[in-house]
């Protein structure tokens, strides 16, 4: 939102040109969340394929330091020795782009909060300030974490369930912008609310099944 079309559509003021770019940008939100429904779906499933193809006839588990060098057996028949190489590559680009990224937003949830919750008053000075001492913290705790706990399996799970878990006040929080703040000639149609109570739905459920049935038992 500070970069980009979202910061190009500006403050709210009640003018036709806001509105036009508001609905602009909202277009841009529809089809990002789309395309990337279905990129995601699709490389899940490819992958859970492969492993399950390849991994569980061998009898593999990737576990701890052998993560990376046993998921890359999957690649094992088609490039032969480079697939570690290969694999190696590919995870550093998928796993620090998605971690970049957590961070960059990590930073700014936080900042909000400790505003928003009155903990700090903060200018925009102020507020780029905290995002900057954030962005350095939030790297060397993850790095002392996996120095503490040097599992990487067992971490990208419960990663996986705590943000699962956090879907469900994200939940809340849509359907509060929804229906309490959002603007009437914003709003969309009664198909997307449709999808987004039973977005809504399934984040709760999942949360809860996680909840009860997996965070017992890993740190149990």
Excluded: H
Excluded at 41 to 51: E, W
Excluded at 183 to 188: F, H, K, R, T
Aim: glycine share 10%; with cysteine; proline share 3%.
């Amino acid at each position: 939102m500070e970069k980009g079309y979202g910061r190009w559509t500006g403050k709210r003021e009640e003018s036709e040109g806001w509105f036009v770019r508001a609905r602009g940008w909202i277009r841009v939100m529809q089809w990002d969340a789309w395309l990337s429904m279905v990129v995601y779906t699709f490389c899940t499933i490819v992958f859970y394929l492969l492993g399950a193809a390849v991994l569980g006839r061998l009898g593999l588990l990737p576990e701890k330091q052998d993560l990376i060098r046993t998921l890359s057996v999957m690649y094992t028949p088609v490039f032969g020795g480079y697939a570690v190489g290969i694999f190696l590559i590919g995870a550093v680009a998928v796993l620090f782009s998605t971690f970049f990224i957590s961070n960059a937003t990590k930073c700014r949830l936080y900042t909000d909060f400790a505003a928003v919750s009155g903990l700090v008053k903060l200018d925009d000075a102020r507020r780029e300030q905290w995002v900057r001492g954030f962005g350095a913290a939030l790297p060397l705790i993850c790095v002392l974490v996996y120095v503490v706990w040097p599992n990487p399996g067992k971490l990208v799970v419960i990663s996986g369930m705590f943000q699962s878990l956090l879907l469900v006040p994200l939940g809340f929080a849509v359907l509060w912008l929804r229906y309490r703040e959002g603007e009437a000639c914003l709003q969309s149609g009664l198909a997307w609310d449709v999808m987004l109570w039973i977005s809504f739905i399934s984040f709760v459920g999942i949360g809860l099944y996680l909840a009860i049935t997996k965070l017992g038992k890993i740190f149990g």
